[in-house]
């Protein structure tokens, strides 16, 4: 693929429902929640802001078993994997077995209240656990309220030994 991912219209479109969502059930705009308060309108800008900002971004689908659709270039670092291979993993695959419970509560309790906050353990492609402190999970919807998925935030992590 010769152009970056945030250029495909797919993803400016996700991106969108990403941060219209968190800004509807947070009340503050996504880049204000990480103190970035350059506000750009421009849907592409946008799309480029959050795929190369500082913090980590994924979403994924209304699957039964559901597939991310969106991490930004921060996400795929951690998770040590390509754009096209991200878009091709079920959200269940970054946690451990021990962590699977806490993760679906996790999800049902979003699923219920719009958004949770949450700390937990994750793992990336080859094996590298890390600990996310202050996360955010929170529920996508498109302009005619259609839920379209869940998305997570956060930029408190560290690599466990």
Same mark, same amino acid.
Not at 16 to 34: D, K, R, T
Not at 76 to 91: A, C, M, R
Not at 108 to 116: H, L, Q, R, V
């Given at each position: 693929?010769?152009?970056?991912?945030?250029?495909?219209?797919? #993803?400016?479109?996700?991106?969108?429902?990403? =941060?219209? @969502?968190?800004? *509807?059930?947070?009340?503050?705009?996504?880049?204000? *929640?990480?103190?970035?308060? %350059? =506000?750009? %309108?421009?849907?592409?800008? #946008?799309?480029? !802001? &959050?795929?190369?900002?500082?913090?980590? #971004?994924?979403? *994924?689908?209304?699957?039964?078993?559901?597939?991310?659709? /969106?991490?930004?270039?921060?996400?795929?670092?951690?998770?040590?994997?390509?754009?096209?291979?991200?878009? !091709?993993?079920?959200?269940?695959?970054?946690?451990?077995?021990?962590?699977?419970?806490?993760?679906?509560?996790?999800?049902?309790?979003?699923?219920?209240?719009?958004?949770? *906050?949450? @700390?937990?353990?994750?793992?990336?492609?080859?094996?590298?656990?890390?600990?996310? %402190?202050?996360?955010? =999970?929170? %529920?996508?919807?498109?302009? #005619?309220?259609?839920?379209?998925?869940?998305?997570? =935030?956060?930029?408190?992590? /560290?690599? &466990?030994?």
């Amino acid at each position: 693929m010769s152009s970056s991912p945030w250029q495909q219209e797919k #993803v400016i479109l996700r991106t969108q429902l990403i =941060v219209s @969502s968190f800004e *509807h059930w947070l009340g503050c705009s996504l880049f204000e *929640h990480f103190g970035i308060n %350059n =506000v750009i %309108n421009d849907p592409r800008e #946008v799309s480029k !802001q &959050l795929f190369e900002a500082d913090f980590i #971004v994924a979403s *994924h689908g209304t699957q039964p078993d559901p597939i991310f659709n /969106y991490g930004n270039q921060k996400a795929l670092d951690i998770w040590e994997l390509t754009w096209n291979e991200f878009i !091709q993993t079920p959200s269940r695959k970054t946690a451990e077995a021990i962590e699977q419970q806490e993760r679906n509560r996790l999800l049902k309790e979003t699923t219920e209240k719009g958004y949770s *906050h949450f @700390s937990t353990i994750r793992i990336t492609n080859t094996g590298k656990r890390f600990k996310i %402190n202050n996360g955010i =999970v929170w %529920n996508v919807f498109d302009d #005619v309220q259609k839920y379209q998925g869940q998305a997570a =935030v956060y930029s408190d992590f /560290y690599f &466990l030994p």
